[in-house]
């Protein structure tokens, strides 16, 4: 552990200094496992309204876990997730309104994709007549509403992943959480989701955390990349991406895009050699 | 493979049925078999004609026994499933004796059962061991079932703050829809099945069910009888069957891979 000594408040590289009320402040946030194993080192961190991060590295670099941490569904061992600008429920936690596409569609084979993407608004006790609205906007968003009717089991692998990422868009959300949606896909479909998920993105105004292995997805999609080593999970490194949206082919073959790529490539080579050297 | 009509699907074992019941008809005939070792078919009908409105009486009786078993075996296992899979204190406490109530023959608990319930109230008797034989298949179906739900759908319910109910009703549930009506075939099959069986070992009470029929016909060597209780109890077997997936189709067919029509 000596090895690793925990990311302090200062941040990465001085990089994460933004604006006095980010949409999230992680202090200190780590996870440890029962058996022992550290899954996420402290990390401290700050993410400002409006940015599109990814989260990149080997598997099993904790990224997914932080994520997880972020949207609530796993408990840090140590520090606290803040959500300055969010209201608080009842009990004074924070209560983000936020979206989460995990990495299979994970939808309910019984329900029509009408009925998934309802659901969210559906548990929140909102009447179907009052949302159908909200769930049609949604499934258009993602350029399915010709597709209400069907059953998940008629749709490609594609479609599915859409179905579920409008069920994360209809709260409204101030921030889409994804975790490695597109690693199962095909290129081209990966491609146009990419595309499609940025003009939402823009749209919308959203925060997007977008957990990926891909160097290419990641600097493609964000305006900043944090790479994770593995064992234990820490954020090594914090680029910026310095291009303008829209982005299109355009920027994917410039020699822009080349250079970031590489220099993302050069820092998931050391967070790779770093966990190398663990053995 | 392609999909075969459903007109011919019937109408093939309809015809090697009625070329069998000539065939047997025939040979009887032929070779001059006594009607107490084997009846022909028409012997049976004719039995079943003259004794119509008694072997109706008694395809009643044990139709009731077999449906009210049926719903109170479905009931208290979707009951205790849903508790199984709630609390797996619940779960280690009840399934040794759900396993062992269905391990222990029917037959051989059924005196014990009529001694309990009193002699004079026969048919509750019959009722019971019905039930416990009809019960398991629900229980430990459902239970697999509820408890085979996709955790990542389990994460999103809690993502959006589900309520205990709403997690039941609009995830365990459907999650458990098709293990259920797997368990809901076996169990209409076995809710005949020990509603005859606790019949031929706990006689019969006021009304007398098919079962009985069969041994009364038997001790009477008035076999075409027999074969005509027999005929209707196979005709009740196949339809709770046919029901039960038809029921099936009906719930699974939009959805589930087990019921989906699909174009090769």
């Given at each position: ?279 | ?66 449906m009210e078993a049926f719903v109170i075996a479905l009931m208290g296992g979707l009951f ?185």
């Amino acid at each position: 552990m000596a090895l690793y000594p925990s990311a302090d408040g200062s941040g990465i590289g001085g990089l994460t200094v933004k604006a006095a009320r980010p949409l999230i402040r992680l202090a200190g946030v780590g996870k440890t496992y029962s058996t022992g194993t550290v899954a996420v080192a402290e990390t401290s961190l700050d993410i400002g309204h409006g940015e599109f991060i990814s989260l990149l590295g080997p598997s099993g670099c904790g990224k997914s876990t932080l994520l997880r941490m972020i949207a609530g569904l796993a408990d840090p061992s140590t520090g606290t997730i803040d959500w300055p600008t969010s209201d608080y429920d009842a009990r004074g936690r924070a209560k983000p309104k936020l979206g989460f596409v995990f990495q299979e569609p994970t939808l309910m084979p019984w329900a029509t994709v009408f009925e998934n993407a309802y659901l969210p608004l559906r548990l929140a006790k909102v009447p179907r007549k009052a949302a159908a609205g909200r769930v049609m906007a949604a499934l258009a968003s993602v350029g399915l509403e010709r597709f209400a009717t069907a059953y998940p089991r008629q749709l490609s692998g594609g479609m599915k992943m859409r179905v579920s990422i409008a069920r994360a868009l209809v709260t409204e959300p101030a921030i889409l959480l994804m975790d490695e949606p597109f690693a199962a896909l095909d290129e081209i479909t990966r491609f146009k989701l990419n595309d499609d998920l940025l003009r939402v993105f823009r749209a919308q105004g959203l925060t997007v955390i977008f957990v990926t292995h891909s160097v290419f997805e990641s600097v493609y999609l964000s305006n900043r990349v944090l790479v994770m080593s593995a064992r234990p999970g820490r954020v090594i490194a914090d680029l910026p991406i310095a291009a303008p949206y829209p982005r299109g082919d355009d920027f994917r073959t410039s020699l822009h895009y080349g250079e970031l790529c590489r220099a993302a490539s050069a820092e998931l080579h050391r967070a790779m050699a770093g966990a190398d050297g663990e053995h | 493979m392609r999909e075969i009509p459903l007109a011919i699907r019937i109408a093939v074992p309809v015809a090697l049925g009625i070329l069998l019941l000539g065939l047997w008809e025939i040979l009887v005939r032929a070779m001059d078999v006594p009607k107490f070792v084997l009846p022909p078919p028409s012997a049976i009908g004719a039995a079943l004609a003259e004794d119509f409105p008694s072997l109706l009486a008694s395809l009643w009786v044990t139709l009731r026994i077999t449906m009210e078993a049926f719903v109170i075996a479905l009931m208290g296992g979707l009951f205790f499933a849903i508790l199984s899979a709630r609390s797996r204190l619940f779960e280690l406490c009840l399934f040794p004796y759900a396993v062992i109530l269905q391990v222990t023959p029917v037959v051989a608990i059924a005196p014990l059962i009529l001694i309990w319930v009193g002699i004079e109230h026969l048919e509750r008797a019959l009722l019971i061991l019905a039930t416990i034989v009809a019960f398991f298949p629900i229980l430990s179906n459902t239970t697999l079932g509820l408890k085979s739900v996709n955790p990542e759908l389990n994460a999103l319910f809690k993502l959006y703050g589900a309520s205990p109910w709403q997690r039941l009703t609009r995830l365990d549930l459907p999650n458990a829809l098709p293990y259920l009506l797997a368990g809901m075939r076996i169990s209409g099959g076995l809710a005949l099945i020990g509603a005859v069986v606790a019949e031929f070992v706990a006689g019969s009470g006021n009304g007398t069910g098919l079962a009985w029929r069969v041994v009364e016909s038997a001790n009477e060597l008035n076999i075409p009888r027999m074969f005509a209780a027999l005929a209707l109890l196979s005709g009740l077997g196949l339809v709770i069957f046919f029901l039960m997936v038809g029921l099936q189709h009906f719930l699974l067919r939009r959805w589930h891979e087990s019921a989906v029509q699909r174009e090769s």
